[in-house]
């Protein structure tokens, strides 16, 4: 966490990885090269009342094995972020838990993440309900 600013209406985060390396995920070594940085800006729930906005600076990395199908990529912040992710985790896990108890219906969902001050589009909530992963059911 480098910096909190609060204003009357935002919570500005500005925050970066503290690791000194990062695993490449498509082989997992560990590469000695970075190849720059860049500013992601995932939505994150409100807190207390007021939006939240994160500014998280990540490196890029290169992997240095011949093997890996994966030249470049971008270190990811475990529980925070996810590979293409828009939103945190945190966030992300709460509009699943509120698509569950809404069964899935997208237009209750939507009018209460506008009430909370986080927009969500119609097909939100059960496109994340989709991407969970199906539970086998035991039967005794």
Known sequence: MESVEVTDTVVRV??????????????????????????RFPRDLPAVGELV??????RRIVCAETSCPRKTSAEQVAG?????????????????????????????GCRMWDVFGTPVSRKTLPRLLASLPDRRMSVS
């Open 14 to 39: 500005e925050a970066r990885t503290a690791a000194s390396r990062a695993a490449c995920p498509g082989c997992g070594c560990w590469p000695s090269r970075v190849h720059g940085s860049y500013l």
């Open 80 to 108: 925070l972020t996810r590979r293409f992710g828009r939103r945190t985790e945190r966030l992300r896990s709460t509009l699943v838990s509120v698509g569950l108890a809404l069964a899935g219906r997208p237009d209750p």
């Open 53 to 58: 906005v994160v500014s998280l600076r990540l």
